[in-house]
């Protein structure tokens, strides 16, 4: 059964720097009315580094809305008109110093796809080659090692909140493992 969903109105509620909010009056499958609050954003992109050794380099930064020290992977919004792997290899030497030989591909996700149209590129990157990392103004993070093993038990834990974290490690530690 198709249960799309028609736009009947769009009303701007807020354009910021880096969302823009809209509420839309939609006509349902059934013909009723319904209202959806929807957050657009660019989107951005998330890169896990694992190194020879298995070790993921990590960031530690305070995220405001959960008032909270996050463990992240490497991560940033695209720009406009900016390719995602593009932006997988500038945020990882911007947040890490890090460049890396090889990039893979490990697909996309929606984090909120109830509300938000946003999507995340997520990327693993191996053959690393340190180097010095370049934040962003106003940027302030902290580069952390961890084993990929105990990031992936931090996952299954539920000890890693952020999705994109989440999911970039469980993907990096099957591929590392030979399961697809």
């Given at each position: 059964?198709?249960?799309?969903?028609?736009?009947?109105?769009?009303?701007?509620?807020?354009?910021?720097?880096?969302?823009?909010?809209?509420?839309?009056?939609?006509?349902?499958?059934?013909?009723?009315?319904?209202?959806?609050?929807?957050?657009?954003?660019?989107?951005?992109?998330?890169?896990?580094?694992?190194?020879?050794?298995?070790?993921?380099?990590?960031?530690?930064?305070?995220?405001?809305?959960?008032?909270?020290?996050?463990?992240?992977?490497?991560?940033?919004?695209?720009?406009?008109?900016?390719?995602?792997?593009?932006?997988a290899v500038?945020?990882?030497?911007?947040?890490?110093g890090f460049?890396?030989?090889?990039?893979?591909?490990?697909?996309?996700?929606?984090?909120?796809?109830g509300y938000?149209?946003?999507?995340?590129?997520?990327?693993?990157?191996?053959?690393?080659?340190?180097?010095?990392?370049?934040?962003?103004?106003?940027?302030?993070?902290?580069?952390?090692?961890?084993?990929?093993?105990?990031?992936?038990?931090?996952?299954?834990?539920?000890?890693?909140?952020?999705?994109?974290?989440?999911?970039?490690?469980?993907?990096?530690?099957?591929?590392?493992?030979?399961?697809?």
């Open positions: 059964m198709d249960y799309t969903e028609k736009t009947l109105s769009c009303e701007e509620k807020y354009r910021g720097k880096i969302i823009y909010v809209h509420r839309d009056t939609v006509r349902l499958p059934d013909g009723a009315e319904a209202v959806r609050e929807v957050v657009e954003h660019s989107g951005g992109v998330g890169v896990i580094p694992v190194d020879e050794n298995g070790d993921v380099w990590c960031v530690r930064q305070f995220r405001y809305p959960f008032a909270a020290h996050l463990l992240e992977i490497p991560a940033g919004k695209l720009e406009p008109g900016e390719a995602p792997l593009e932006c500038r945020e990882l030497s911007e947040e890490t460049t890396a030989a090889h990039y893979t591909d490990l697909g996309r996700l929606y984090p909120s796809p938000c149209r946003e999507t995340l590129y997520i990327y693993m990157a191996t053959g690393l080659t340190r180097g010095q990392a370049h934040l962003d103004k106003g940027e302030f993070l902290d580069v952390e090692k961890h084993s990929l093993d105990e990031l992936y038990r931090m996952a299954m834990a539920g000890d890693l909140p952020d999705a994109k974290t989440a999911m970039a490690v469980i993907k990096a530690w099957l591929l590392q493992r030979g399961k697809d």
